[in-house]
């Protein structure tokens, strides 16, 4: 049995949803004002609130943000009289799991009050990432415990603190870059300049402006002397990514700084020496590319000292937990929401997607679902996930939209072992409405197995 506790100085209001409540099997707390709302809501134990913003002595929004800070996880419905955008962003912004406009329709109350605790039980049988002390989020780390990461470790310790030149290999989204950095910031040239430029972003006469830099007057708009980034990362590290996007003419100076460790400003005449650990990315063959001329081969050469190859997520599903708690933890410092519970249908679906995008791919799915995800819960249907069932475009049928909806519920009923748990998480609908329509489309339920 589940406790609700009711929050509304509208007496009528608060007798008729605690006998609806009641009635439908729950236990109810009741409170008029605003300090006696908080009180009840930290000192008692309930599963559930109902939080009119119009209270005496504090109003909704406060009560929210006060409970909010002690019992983050307790889901709130914001019950009001003003049922407007601004105040439905505001409730929500603060932490409410639902907002609902006055006269309240109690059929949808039902609905809602059922959903979350569907939402609650499905939780429980998922993982609980706030529980387990690693891995905590830090910038410049990578995560994985794969055979292949692991191997990607032992190079990186291997040469770390040398001034070899690296080449990273991978599809885009393997975190190339986070490779470099995890060079950089491992070794003992840490407290240097590390310098990120991607290749791909600029024009060549830009990139070579903006690598080697150039001198007052080498072209229009050069007003002034301006130190390239080999010069900024003088005892670091440059990163190039997206080496393969490079321009033969740099291609040339590259090869250049490579062999003599010196270059010349663009319109300049004067030779500069530089200490630099240079690290290079490529998301495409370059062996493939010196085969067809397009990237010189003295180059690739002076560039794959060391190699490491990055493989895609799909082919190490394993630090896929990993990750994801990793991940999660990144955007609680970032953004503010804290996330730590992933039901298992959630991470079966994370585990079943093929992730073309790889771990970028997957920071982004998560972003997104957190945002969207009500509570501490990350709910299986915010995911969006591109490329599954639910994106897959209809085929053209000539039937009624009655029709394809009940063959749709029969579907997955029957894909689900009639399961109405699972079902109503695939349908995104919840328990009673799902009971309604087997009822109207009289699906013959009961005697299945």
Same mark, same amino acid.
């Given at each position: ?22 009635? =439908? ?46 019992? &983050? ?98 599809? =885009? ?16 040239? +840490? ?12 024009? &060549? ?20 002397? $301006? &130190? ?53 990315? =490529? ?30 997520? +799909?082919?190490? $599903? ?101 399961? $109405? ?10 328990? &009673?409405?799902?009971? +309604?329509?087997? +009822? ?10």
């Amino acid at each position: 049995m589940r406790t609700i506790l009711i929050a509304d100085d509208d007496r009528a209001i608060r007798r008729t949803l605690e006998l609806h409540l009641v009635e =439908s099997g729950h236990d109810v707390l009741a409170a008029a004002g605003g300090p006696e709302a908080v009180d009840l809501a930290l000192s008692r134990e309930v599963d559930l609130m109902l939080l009119d913003l119009r209270l005496s002595g504090m109003d909704g929004f406060e009560v929210l943000t006060r409970i909010k800070e002690r019992k &983050p996880s307790l889901p709130i419905i914001m019950i009001t009289a003003f049922d407007d955008m601004q105040t439905a962003i505001e409730a929500i912004r603060l932490g409410a799991i639902d907002h609902l406009g006055k006269p309240l329709d109690l059929d949808h109350l039902d609905e809602v009050i059922e959903k979350i605790f569907e939402m609650s039980d499905i939780s429980q049988t998922g993982v609980a990432f706030n529980d387990s002390p690693e891995p905590s989020f830090e910038p410049n780390i990578m995560v994985g415990r794969s055979r292949a990461m692991k191997e990607i470790y032992k190079t990186i310790g291997a040469v770390a603190d040398s001034r070899a030149t690296v080449l990273i290999n991978g599809e =885009s989204g393997t975190g190339k870059e986070m490779v470099a950095r995890a060079l950089h910031f491992n070794s003992r040239f +840490r407290n240097r300049p590390f310098i990120a430029v991607a290749c791909s972003a600029l024009a &060549p006469t830009l990139l070579e402006s903006e690598l080697f830099g150039h001198e007052k007057g080498a072209f229009t708009g050069a007003y002034r002397v $301006k &130190p390239g980034k080999f010069e900024l990362a003088e005892g670091g590290t440059l990163f190039l990514d997206e080496i393969s996007e490079t321009s033969p003419e740099i291609q040339v100076k590259l090869l250049r700084f490579l062999q003599e460790r010196e270059f010349e400003r663009v319109g300049g005449v004067e030779t500069i020496k530089a200490d630099v650990r240079v690290i290079a990315a =490529s998301n495409k063959s370059l062996p493939a590319l010196v085969a067809s001329g397009e990237f010189r081969q003295d180059l690739y050469y002076r560039l794959k000292v060391v190699s490491i190859d990055l493989p895609p997520l +799909r082919e190490r $599903k394993d630090d896929l937990r990993l990750l994801v708690r990793f991940l999660l933890e990144k955007m609680r410092h970032e953004m503010g929401k804290a996330v730590e519970i992933v039901p298992r249908e959630t991470m079966d679906l994370l585990l079943d997607h093929s992730w073309p995008g790889n771990v970028r791919e997957l920071e982004n799915t998560l972003r997104r679902a957190v945002l969207l995800s009500p509570g501490n819960v990350l709910l299986p249907e915010a995911l969006q996930l591109e490329g599954s069932a639910g994106g897959a475009r209809m085929p053209l049928i000539i039937k009624s939209l009655e029709e394809v909806e009940r063959e749709h519920i029969e579907n997955i009923l029957s894909f689900t072992g009639y399961e $109405k748990k699972r079902a109503t998480a695939i349908l995104g609908v919840s328990r &009673p409405t799902l009971d +309604r329509r087997i +009822r109207e489309y009289g699906l013959d339920v009961l005697s299945r197995p």
